[in-house]
């Protein structure tokens, strides 16, 4: 069976909807906007994965919408195409164990600073899914549901989300009784039994419930992997 054409007038006209906010920093004079975005704040274990993303002006690609609303293939597929017509991308992986120190709202900012600051190319205008980052002196905007709404911010989501997939499904190797390659780390029922049953791992977060009450239990030593 062929594969639907995603280039249609539609599509087009749906990515020229995404560019909005891209519109409007350009009319501001800004020229180099990189779209920052994460993926991990809410699973129990692994890392948060943060991702940068200057495009062209010009860019364009059918299919490109928020991660959570495309298949784990279409986003590989996009992930690849998006880094390869990028004037540049970066990631920041912050780990489990540090994360636990510094909790998940700062581990987060600071993995989008750092993608931001590991651009090869400096943006002069920054659109960010949801969080402030007053700490670069870039000027910026903070867009809720911004993966939705802006395609610089969905294709750091993309990149973000691929990225931190596929960092699961390595752990998994290392971890196979957890079954990380198939929830990622979030708190799915089966990896709530996974962890009754075994402890935690050296993955886990431990500042997160139910994480948290096990710890000095029936778990295994922290460190870091990243």
Request: hydrophobic share 40%.
């Amino acid at each position: 069976m062929a594969k639907p054409d995603l280039d249609t007038q539609a599509e087009r006209e749906r990515i020229e909807k995404l560019k909005q906010f891209e519109y409007q920093a350009y009319n501001n004079g800004y020229n180099l906007l990189a779209g920052i975005d994460e993926a991990g704040r809410g699973p129990l274990a692994g890392p948060v994965v943060a991702a940068a993303v200057i495009l062209p002006r010009n860019f364009y690609l059918a299919g490109v919408n928020d991660s959570k609303k495309l298949t784990a293939n279409m986003r590989l597929k996009l992930a690849g195409e998006i880094k390869q017509k990028a004037l540049a991308w970066a990631l920041c992986y912050i780990s489990p164990a540090y994360l636990d120190r510094i909790n998940i709202y700062n581990a987060t900012r600071e993995a989008m600073q750092t993608a931001v600051q590991n651009l090869e190319i400096r943006p002069d205008f920054l659109l960010i899914d949801a969080m402030k980052l007053p700490g670069l002196s870039i000027d910026y905007q903070a867009i809720i549901k911004g993966d939705s709404l802006s395609i610089s911010i969905a294709c750091a989501s993309i990149l973000a989300k691929t990225e931190r997939d596929q960092c699961m499904e390595y752990l998994d190797s290392i971890y196979p009784q957890y079954g990380f390659a198939r929830h990622k780390g979030y708190g799915t029922r089966e990896h709530l039994e996974m962890i009754n049953r075994f402890g935690i791992c050296p993955i886990h977060r431990t500042s997160f419930e139910p994480v948290k009450t096990l710890v000095g239990g029936h778990s295994l030593n922290q460190q870091e992997l990243f």
